[in-house]
């Protein structure tokens, strides 16, 4: 069966499983969501978003939308993907289904809990109803196929003037299961004024399955909110990710999502800031180290609707091999939006004959005041700095190696926790075979 | 120590070095002087292993060992050292890991293990003083911003901490004012000993007032048309380089 025809058949399945309310908006919406997936399908490459980016050989695949064989997991065998050296709460899934064992959630002054016990429970009514797919992109089909689906995944809601003292860890896992999983988490996050929170979030699958994770996740912060969000990308070879992540943020709000992308088959961060207010200040980072046949695309794009706001954006990549990436950075600013800051950089080395990068910076720009800046560079390693350190006793390769350390620095260097920013630090220099104690 | 017998190199086929004979001994300071585009800084390269200028013909010897063979480190390793008239600048690297690495690199190549901590420390404090380099400076990015000055004081800064056998100061005092130059040139001064050798490549007489050279050798087109004592750099800087013929 055609994975467009299973998905319909799954649809029906959820839809009449009664796990679901039939009576909430959340249906309504879901029914429509459906209804629009279907009309478009999944997108091609003849779409111009998806122009460079293929799903097809992920899409080949024969996937099982809700798996039947529950598998456990021991922490023992997962304690590596956490970054376990700090307190957190965490928030885990297995196979797409909710780990109480491996998770700490809590309801004490701040909500870090289920989307799908928040789905349903009329509790949370207000804020699903005010909040929920109001911000996900209603035109990309994929996003649509979400929405359809929502039920698992994380629910964070923090009320006005909390700062969460620990992080957020939200992880999905994938074990060895017999079928090829296709896995829709549906992510809710909601900072009220004055809250401050920092999410990490992962996915990892446990072995050489082939996996399909459609991911959303709607963000919103509220005035002078702080949130931090991290994604760690780090899967393996047969595990693919489509990550659509859409922030709104309200006055004087900061808001900075940072993706670290170093595996998977082929991985699409879709990232859309929408700033409502003024002296909003958004952050997009992002470092890609991948190499064999890898794909990363990272799609961003920032709505700057008001004045005196700022946005910054530093992307960093390194493909090997036939690696392939592409980068298509936004930046929308409207007749409105007077006074406001926009700096985005997107600098990439590629050190394989085959890789290549597509890159592509937008701007449109409608106001007339306003201070806007793209830079985007391709190149290889500096020869003459090459030649300087091995002059200095470095051999070739470590010197390589710590030049394109040097590289991703910068990105590295925006990391807020500093166990996390050790981790990546880590996984960076592990990725380019780097001595640490640099 | 060093010998260059017969030294012909160039780049993208067009010849720079004809035919270059140069013995250093251990203990000594040889000047070579001559006008832009004579070559100065081509050989200073070719003796460092920069891969790209050609050797065509002639060899490079330290120490009875033909190094024509060996990678930029692999010298750098036996003891070669140069001071880049322009020093890069790294990024995310400071200077204080930079120079970690070197020295713990060479100490690895010559099967020592890495040098304590306590120690390194030690060795850093003791030689930034001599350049009297402001220590924030070393925790910085390699070169990052730096002025010219700053840029060539560390290059000296690292000459002192990885102790040379052959420095080679291609165009140390360009970019330096006076004051930045006698502090580089009281370093190089005070590292100076029986066992090693300074080769220094400038265009103009004033930093030899400051290192003073055993040997002056003047390179036009390629080759050194004469040599001399001290003297020589004086009568250069008089007569100009046309004098010689």
Not at chain 1, 301 to 314: A, D, K, Q, W, Y
Not at chain 2, 61 to 86: C, D, T, V, W
């Given at each position: 069966m055609k994975l467009k025809d299973k998905l319909a058949t799954s649809f029906f399945e959820l839809e009449n499983k009664g796990i679901l309310d039939l009576e909430s908006n959340v249906h309504e919406i879901r029914s429509k969501a459906f209804a629009d997936f279907e009309a478009k399908g999944f997108p091609t490459k003849r779409d111009e978003e998806w122009k460079y980016t293929s799903l097809k050989s992920v899409l080949n695949e024969d996937y099982t939308i809700f798996p039947k064989g529950e598998n456990a997991v021991e922490l023992k065998d997962v304690k590596k993907y956490f970054i376990h050296e700090i307190d957190s709460y965490k928030i885990v899934f297995i196979d797409g289904v909710y780990s109480s064992f491996l998770s700490e959630t809590t309801h004490e002054g701040i909500d870090i809990c289920l989307m799908s016990s928040a789905l349903k429970k009329p509790k949370y009514k207000i804020i699903i109803d005010h909040y929920f797919n109001t911000i996900a992109n209603k035109e990309e089909s994929i996003t649509s196929l979400n929405t359809a689906f929502s039920n698992q995944g994380a629910y964070i809601h923090i009320p006005k003037?909390?700062?969460?003292?620990?992080?957020?860890?939200?992880?999905?896992?994938?074990?060895?299961?017999?079928?090829?999983?296709?896995?829709?988490?549906?992510?809710?996050?909601?900072?009220?004024?004055?809250?401050?929170?920092?999410?990490?979030?992962?996915?990892?699958?446990?072995?050489?399955?082939?996996?399909?994770?459609?991911?959303?996740?709607?963000?919103?912060?509220?005035?002078?909110?702080?949130?931090?969000?991290?994604?760690?990308?780090?899967?393996?070879?047969?595990?693919?990710?489509?990550?659509?992540?859409f922030v709104q943020q309200k006055d004087n709000s900061i808001v900075s999502v940072n993706t670290y992308s170093f595996g998977g088959k082929l991985t699409r961060n879709h990232l859309e800031f929408n700033q409502i207010g003024e002296?909003?200040?958004?952050?997009?980072?992002?470092?890609?180290?991948?190499?064999?046949?890898?794909?990363?695309?990272?799609?961003?794009?920032?709505?700057?609707?008001?004045?005196?706001?700022?946005?910054?954006?530093?992307?960093k990549g390194i493909y090997s091999d036939s690696s392939t990436g592409v980068f298509n950075g936004k930046v929308i600013v409207a007749k409105k939006a007077q006074k406001t800051n926009a700096f985005q950089q997107n600098n990439n080395i590629l050190l394989g004959e085959k890789a290549t990068i597509n890159t592509k910076p937008q701007l449109e720009i409608f106001a007339d005041d306003v201070k806007c800046s793209h830079g985007c560079t391709i190149g290889q390693l500096d020869e003459s700095a090459l030649f300087y350190m091995q002059q200095r006793g470095i051999p070739e390769k470590s010197a390589k190696g710590l030049l394109l350390y040097a590289f991703c620095n910068d990105a590295v260097d925006k990391i807020k926790i500093p166990e996390l920013k050790s981790r990546i630090s880590k996984l960076i220099a592990s990725k380019l075979d780097v001595k640490l104690g640099f | 120590m060093l010998i260059i017998k017969n030294l012909h190199a160039s780049v993208n086929d067009t010849k720079i070095l004809k035919g270059i004979n140069l013995e250093i001994k251990a203990g000594e300071v040889h000047a070579i002087m001559g006008p832009n585009g004579s070559g100065k800084s081509t050989l200073s390269s070719v003796i460092?292993?920069?891969?790209?200028?050609?050797?065509?013909?002639?060899?490079?010897?330290?120490?009875?060992?033909?190094?024509?063979?060996?990678?930029?480190?692999?010298?750098?390793?036996?003891?070669?050292?140069?001071?880049?008239?322009?020093?890069?600048?790294?990024?995310?690297v400071s200077t204080i890991n930079f120079i970690k690495t070197a020295i713990n690199e060479k100490r690895k190549a010559q099967g020592l293990e890495d040098?304590?901590?306590?120690?390194?420390?030690?060795?850093?404090?003791?030689?930034?003083?001599?350049?009297?380099?402001?220590?924030?400076?070393?925790?910085?990015?390699?070169?990052?911003?730096?002025?010219?000055?700053e840029k060539k004081r560390n290059e000296i800064f690292q000459m002192a901490m990885l102790d040379p056998k052959l420095a080679i100061l291609d165009e140390t005092d360009s970019g330096l004012d006076i004051d930045a130059l006698k502090i580089v040139a009281n370093g190089v001064n005070k590292l100076k000993n029986e066992n090693n050798a300074v080769l220094v490549i400038t265009h103009y007489q004033r930093l030899l007032d400051y290192i003073v050279p055993d040997f002056v050798h003047v390179l036009k087109d390629g080759k050194i048309i004469k040599s001399g004592g001290k003297e020589l750099a004086l009568e250069l800087e008089a007569k100009g380089y046309d004098w010689v013929k």
């Open positions: 003037n909390k700062v969460v003292p620990k992080p957020i860890q939200v992880l999905h896992f994938s074990t060895k299961n017999k079928e090829n999983l296709f896995l829709q988490p549906r992510n809710l996050i909601v900072v009220d004024e004055n809250s401050h929170v920092q999410i990490i979030e992962r996915h990892q699958s446990l072995s050489d399955n082939v996996v399909l994770t459609n991911s959303v996740t709607e963000i919103f912060a509220n005035k002078r909110a702080i949130v931090d969000y991290y994604k760690i990308q780090n899967d393996q070879n047969n595990a693919s990710l489509i990550d659509q992540t002296h909003i200040d958004s952050n997009l980072n992002g470092i890609t180290i991948i190499g064999n046949k890898q794909h990363v695309d990272n799609h961003t794009t920032v709505f700057h609707n008001e004045p005196n706001c700022e946005s910054h954006e530093l992307y | 460092a292993g920069n891969g790209v200028y050609d050797v065509d013909s002639g060899d490079i010897i330290l120490e009875n060992e033909s190094i024509l063979e060996m990678a930029p480190e692999e010298r750098a390793h036996k003891g070669i050292f140069m001071s880049f008239q322009y020093p890069v600048e790294i990024p995310g040098l304590p901590a306590k120690n390194m420390l030690q060795l850093i404090k003791e030689k930034s003083e001599l350049l009297e380099m402001d220590r924030k400076f070393l925790s910085r990015s390699l070169n990052q911003g730096f002025s010219g000055g």
